[in-house]
């Protein structure tokens, strides 16, 4: 027992892998946030007169509004005078290959095992890299342009596609929604924006890769994907972030809007800094994120491998209101240390034979908090609905703490609403087993560990199902109890 | 001064007048906790759709009414007959508008090992004992409905098994409101079961006329090491009256504890059944049957804290609503660090049978311990289509075929009660509930 905490301790002391800071100058607007900075961020951006008209009655809307306090987890206060809003890697000149793009930001991503040109010849996924909040390399942009397929930059598609973001952005999350999306609405300054014409397939999985740099910049990204009708796009996003000492806020917010028939699958794989054995410093994860079904038979479907950040707060949600529509959310949830985790979704039932699946699995370790917290709700109107929801907790220690909220609000007699929900341990049998067969320890959990996980990691392209499995062995390497 | 004030100051000035019939028990040692409880109610507000606990649950109707201080009256034997059991094979306690009422009451001279008497009366003979456990476990600090009944605590049954006394007829307890608008009752209710020691309880609320009333109830449960107790809430007051109820369970090592709580009366009730292990090895079940029509709202609200290792919890609560009635279910399992063997299994399965019933629950798990087996599940839906097709392939008409099923699935929550008069009746009330025809009713519960 000694030699497996002594193990536990020597992996949880491990350091952040990728942890390392890209020395690239970087422009900064001064720290605070005032009316000023936003028109700063508007004009630096180029923007529309309504874009800056928009920011500032969310600003307003913010300055009224107070911080939520009912969520499982805890932070020190944030002070939001105290951070940089706005910050950009200097560039000379627009690119047009990656020739042009600075060494070091290329190098960075190289680090990271994900560089650009490998990316580009090996996968065929195409790469918008937001480099600190600034869009720095974009590939295939041609071949998706034939299917005229749109993927850019926020900030590009608000000059070249103003009628477009202007019509769907805040649709799904308005400004009013909560206290973080309001923030964001005022100081976005980037994120991607994605359109699929009426009846395209499109043609290869779409993929941003975040990147936390510049101390004391909050990233407040906004992305918005739009799928007419008949279409089919995967997005997928991932993140990795170096060490910092100071907390860092991300609060940013996805919409996504599907018409008739149309298909959004979004994939995240979130692992930020999650801060030292003692959660210090670490990224506080709060993001909006939220689907609208808006044409019948139409889906989102949402998959996320969680498992870094020292506080990760997010409710990935689906409003199905067309008629047949379908939500899905499935969740792998690891925290460790000292991280916590309040996540979970929200499934909005509107329309008519409505369907929505919810797997949630979640893992905590070390001294962590882990969360589940969903709300299925069954409008009047939502005949026929049908709701399944399984969340499972596994815990690792016995210092750490798992809790599941689910919220089932029915108010429909023909719905069937069903919730499953359990917590375990891995099994000193299941151990002994595996043990008994050549396996180390630690690789036995690994090995039931992605068993538990296989449900959600099935529904991940590819790629990432791979990054997503090395990821959960790195999370929870030794964690035995 | 806001309505919610004004509210609480009528009960703080009904409180002189009650301090003033105390007739020199408000000097007594016990009338601290009052006035304790009295300061703390006024601090206190009442709960709003913003508290979380109380989000589905609008007590708002509840505050629009001054209720008063009830009167005492007589009422004859023959009125509330068809409420109790056969008296001759129960203990029987009645207590009419939230007084006792000896005459109504049927206490056997001496048995064994049991005491049990009217709370002012224990406050002041078992001096000890209530000053051991009244008010104890059932904290006052947060909750206002709890701080208002300990500020008019005074009358209730007081039942005390003691070491090595297996009480072998059940005892009933009657609280039935009889004439009075408007009018509060505070019955509270201490069960102190010594080691070793088993007894069976019945808890009856009923209304004898159609006033709308309020009860406020607390009931605070003591079972020692090894001790078995049963415990049944049958709460069928008329559909224009409040009914707020708060149970606290203290279980000690080994004990056994089994809750069935029965809703069917009440426009608005909320039942919070909390279950404390205080020691190793405990057994506690909390079961719970809800059926609603009209508007009604019933919400309950469990809690059990595996505050100790190697302990089993079991819960299942089932609801049938109809019409325009909803119902709120919140079941929250705490599991603490260090409590490590323990199992906790909670279920909760609603039907809606129409348009504009409501449901909405919350299953909710906080577990600290690695070692545990944990699970909840809650379901909301219909009849099972192959059932009911089952049934009507077998010549079971559309209407009766799916009363069956309803019938066979409430009624699982009151199985295993373990007195059969109990069991029955409930059955037979079930059943006359969900089913229409007379004829069905005989030939289902026969």
């Known amino acids: 027992m000694s030699?497996?905490?002594?193990?536990?301790?020597?992996?949880?002391?491990?350091?952040?892998k990728y942890g390392f800071v890209t020395d690239v100058e970087t422009e900064s607007a001064p720290k605070g946030l005032n009316e000023d900075i936003i028109r700063l961020i508007s004009t630096k951006k180029e923007e529309p007169e309504w874009m800056l008209e928009w920011r500032l009655k969310a600003y307003r809307h913010w300055l009224k509004m107070t911080e939520p306090t009912w969520q499982n987890v805890n932070y020190p206060p944030i002070d939001y005078q105290d951070a940089i809003y706005y910050s950009a890697p200097k560039m000379k000149k627009v690119l047009n290959s990656l020739d042009e793009v600075d060494p070091e930001v290329l190098k960075t991503f190289e680090k990271l095992g994900i560089p650009l040109e490998e990316q580009k010849i090996l996968s065929g996924v195409a790469v918008d890299a937001v480099f600190d909040s600034v869009s720095v390399a974009t590939t295939f942009k041609a071949k998706l342009a034939e299917e005229g397929v749109i993927f850019c930059s926020m900030s590009d598609a608000i000059k070249e596609h103003p009628e477009l973001v202007k019509q769907y952005i805040g649709s799904v999350v308005p400004y009013t929604d909560n206290f973080f999306a309001?923030?964001?609405?005022?100081?976005?300054?980037?994120?991607?924006?994605?359109y699929i014409p009426k009846g395209v397939r499109c043609p290869m999985e779409l993929s941003t890769y975040f990147r936390i740099n510049a101390a004391n910049t909050g990233q407040f990204e906004r992305t918005l994907i739009i799928a007419e009708e008949g279409s089919y796009v995967s997005y997928l996003e991932g993140c990795t972030a170096p060490q910092r000492d100071e907390n860092q806020l991300h609060a940013a917010i996805v919409e996504l809007v599907t018409h008739d028939n149309a298909e959004i699958k979004y994939s995240t794989i979130q692992n930020w800094y999650a801060g030292d054995v003692n959660g210090v410093g670490g990224i506080y994860n709060f993001v909006t994120k939220r689907g609208l079904c808006k044409g019948i038979n139409s889906k989102i479907s949402w998959t996320q491998v969680e498992t870094g950040s020292s506080i990760t707060w997010k409710y990935p949600s689906c409003i199905l209101q067309g008629d047949n529509s379908i939500g899905e959310f499935y969740s792998v949830a690891v925290t460790n240390n000292k991280q916590q985790a309040d996540t979970g979704t929200k499934m909005i039932h509107l329309g008519k034979n409505t369907r929505s699946t919810i797997v949630s699995k979640g893992i905590?370790?070390?001294?962590?908090?882990?969360?589940?917290?969903?709300?299925?709700?069954?409008?009047?109107?939502?005949?026929g609905a049908r709701n399944f929801s399984q969340c499972d907790s596994l815990l690792i220690g016995d210092q750490c703490g798992a809790h599941t909220f689910p919220y089932l609000e029915v108010n429909n007699p023909t719905a069937i609403v069903e919730h499953e929900a359990t917590t375990s341990k891995i099994g000193a049998d299941q151990i002994f087993y595996l043990n008994q067969r050549g396996l180390a320890t630690e690789d036995a959990v690994n090995m039931i560990v992605n068993g538990y996980c296989k449900e959600v990691f099935n529904v991940l392209p590819m790629e990432f199902a791979v990054e997503a499995q090395k990821l959960l062995s790195v999370s929870l390497e030794g964690s035995v109890g | 001064m806001n309505s919610n004030e004004l509210l609480k100051n009528w009960y703080v000035t009904n409180f002189k007048t009650f301090e003033d019939n105390l007739n020199g028990e408000s000097k007594s040692k016990f009338h601290q906790v009052r006035k304790d409880a009295l300061s703390k109610f006024r601090e206190l507000d009442f709960p709003t759709l913003k508290d979380e606990d109380w989000r589905y649950t609008n007590i708002s109707p509840m505050l629009n009414y001054n209720f008063r201080q009830p009167a005492r009256v007589k009422i004859k034997n023959e009125q509330i007959e068809k409420f109790l059991f056969d008296k001759k094979d129960f203990i029987t306690l009645v207590f009419v508008?939230?007084?006792?009422?000896?005459?109504?009451?049927?206490?056997?001279?001496?048995?064994?090992g049991l005491t049990i008497k009217n709370l002012s009366t224990a406050i002041k003979e078992n001096f000890n004992i209530t000053e051991k456990y009244l008010a104890r476990f059932a904290l006052y600090n947060t909750n206002i409905f709890t701080a208002l009944s300990t500020a008019f605590l005074k009358e209730g049954a007081f039942i005390l098994v003691e070491k090595n006394s297996v009480i072998e007829k059940p005892i009933q307890i009657l609280y039935v409101t009889a004439t009075g608008e408007n009018v509060i009752t505070n019955p509270r209710n201490l069960f102190v079961v010594e080691e070793n020691a088993q007894?069976?309880?019945?808890?009856?609320?009923?209304?004898?006329?159609?006033?709308?009333?309020?009860?406020n109830t607390v009931t605070?449960?003591?079972?020692?090491?090894?001790?078995?107790?049963?415990?049944?809430?049958?709460?069928?007051?008329?559909?224009?009256?409040?009914?707020?109820?708060?149970?606290?369970?203290?279980?000690?090592?080994?004990?056994?504890?089994?809750?069935?709580?029965?809703s069917i009366g009440a426009a608005i009730s909320r039942n919070d059944s909390n279950a404390r292990f205080n020691d190793e090895g405990g057994e506690c079940t909390l079961n719970g049957l809800y059926l609603t029509q009209g508007e009604q709202l019933v919400d309950n609200h469990t809690m059990i804290d595996h505050a100790k290792p190697h302990c089993n919890s079991h819960e299942l609560y089932k609801g049938v609503m109809n019409d325009k009635s909803r119902a709120v279910f919140n079941g929250k399992v705490l599991v603490r660090k260090d409590a490590q063997k323990t199992n906790a299994f909670q279920e909760n399965k609603n039907i809606l049978l129409s348009e504009e019933a409501i449901v909405d629950t919350k299953p909710q798990l906080e577990i600290f311990a690695d070692d545990?087996?944990?699970?909840?599940?809650?379901?909301?839906?219909?009849?099972?289509?192959?059932?009911?097709f089952y049934l009507r392939s077998r010549g079971f008409g559309e209407e009766f075929a799916r009363t069956t099923l309803i019938y066979a699935f409430a009624?699982?929550?009151?199985?295993?009660?373990?007195?059969?008069?109990?069991?029955?009746r409930l059955e037979a009330m079930l059943a006359e509930k969900l089913l229409k025809q007379k004829e069905t009713v005989s030939l289902i519960t026969e």
């Open chain 1, 182 to 194: 309001a923030l964001n609405s005022a100081v976005f300054t980037d994120g991607s924006f994605v």
């Open chain 1, 364 to 383: 905590s370790a070390g001294r962590s908090n882990n969360s589940y917290r969903g709300l299925v709700k069954i409008n009047k109107k939502a005949s």
């Open chain 2, 97 to 112: 508008n939230g007084y006792y009422d000896e005459t109504l009451s049927s206490i056997p001279k001496e048995v064994k």
């Open chain 2, 220 to 262: 605070e449960v003591i079972v020692d090491n090894n001790a078995v107790v049963e415990h049944i809430k049958l709460q069928d007051e008329n559909l224009r009256s409040f009914h707020v109820s708060r149970l606290e369970v203290d279980l000690e090592k080994s004990s056994n504890y089994s809750s069935y709580n029965v």
């Open chain 2, 411 to 424: 009624s699982d929550v009151v199985h295993s009660i373990s007195i059969p008069e109990v069991r029955d």
């Open chain 2, 199 to 215: 007894v069976k309880i019945v808890e009856i609320h009923k209304s004898l006329e159609e006033n709308l009333n309020f009860t």
């Open chain 1, 3 to 16: 030699t497996e905490v002594n193990e536990i301790e020597e992996l949880a002391n491990r350091e952040y």
């Open chain 2, 372 to 388: 545990v087996k944990c699970s909840h599940g809650a379901t909301i839906g219909q009849l099972s289509k192959d059932a009911l």
